[in-house]
């Protein structure tokens, strides 16, 4: 499979993630005890590509670490409410804005200068940002603090996006040894907030398995993005990765529509969103 496909199989595996988070919240635990479960799922399936893929090396991780207690360790927390708060599709929406975020964080943080390109793409993303608040005929289930979660968790990976370019811009350690040292400290970051509140672990295994399946989609789709960029440019991968947004919209429309009620304007704010975020990747 060549680098496009492989960034669409990731698009479309995290834009099914919310969703799967969603049908898990029918047999509800904690949050942070459901985010501990796809963590730790996760984490089990990028251990495997690690193995298959060899080159283990415990140099140069600490970036790494560092960037796994704030996303997916934090964000996936506030990630995993705004989705019960707000819904899958406009949760999936609010998460298409981080490279907003990560553009602001470069400027102010980092000193960055966006180009002309970059700035349009942070413009769109405002504009769909606006459509989705603006919405007036959400179902009686979508709580505004669930788009601020949702919000929150996108700028924690934008800013994890920006420690890992300026911390680790030349690395030799592999992708899939990478992307499992950043799991697992997620995994004890979220670890360390179940045992403070004291949250049950346990729960019957058919509610486990529902939880653990958005942590596979998510390694899968990690496994996936690798790849791509193993075997394409960036500038190829990123934008067409961006669509993951409207693969979550999508997805909410066809196996949840009677609850998420899709309309017109939550599909033109996503799709706004997504498209500035495809020219940021672009530009950036």
């Given amino acids: 499979m060549d680098a496009v496909g492989l960034a669409l199989v990731s698009a479309a595996l995290f834009g099914a993630m919310p969703v799967a988070v969603r049908i898990a919240f029918r047999h509800p635990l904690p949050v942070a005890v459901g985010t501990l479960y796809m963590q730790v799922a996760t984490a089990c399936v990028l251990g ?5 893929q060899g080159g283990v090396t415990t140099a140069g991780l600490l970036p790494f670490v560092l960037a796994g207690l704030v996303a997916p360790g934090v964000s996936q927390l506030f990630i995993t409410m705004g989705i ?27 000193d960055e200068r966006p180009g002309a ?53 030349d690395t030799d350690v592999p992708s899939m040894t990478a992307g499992l040292v950043t799991l697992v400290s997620a995994v004890v970051a979220t670890s360390l907030f179940v045992a403070l ?11 486990a398995a529902r939880w653990f399946l958005p942590g596979v989609l998510v390694g899968i789709s990690y496994v996936a993005l690798f ?24 997805f909410s429309a066809l196996f949840l529509h009677r609850t998420e009620r899709v309309g017109a304007r939550l599909v033109a704010g996503a799709s706004l969103v997504v498209a500035g975020g495809v020219l940021i990747a672009v530009f950036r």
């Fill in 48 to 52: 495997g590509a690690a193995a298959i």
């Fill in 84 to 110: 019960r708060e707000a819904g899958s599709s406009r949760a999936s929406v609010a998460f298409g804005t981080a490279p907003l975020f990560a553009v602001l964080l470069a400027v102010l943080v980092f």
């Fill in 117 to 169: 390109g970059v700035l349009l793409g942070a413009l769109l993303v405002v504009a769909g940002g606006l459509a989705l608040a603006g919405e007036k005929d959400r179902p009686a289930h979508v709580r505004r603090i669930g788009i601020a979660y949702a919000l929150v968790g996108a700028s924690m990976f934008a800013l994890r996006d920006n420690l890992v370019r300026h911390l680790s811009l």
């Fill in 197 to 207: 509140r004291r949250d049950p672990i346990r729960c019957p295994p058919a509610a």
């Fill in 227 to 250: 790849e791509a960029f193993y075997r394409g440019t960036v500038s190829v991968v990123a934008p067409i990765v961006g669509t993951e947004s409207l693969w979550g919209v999508a």
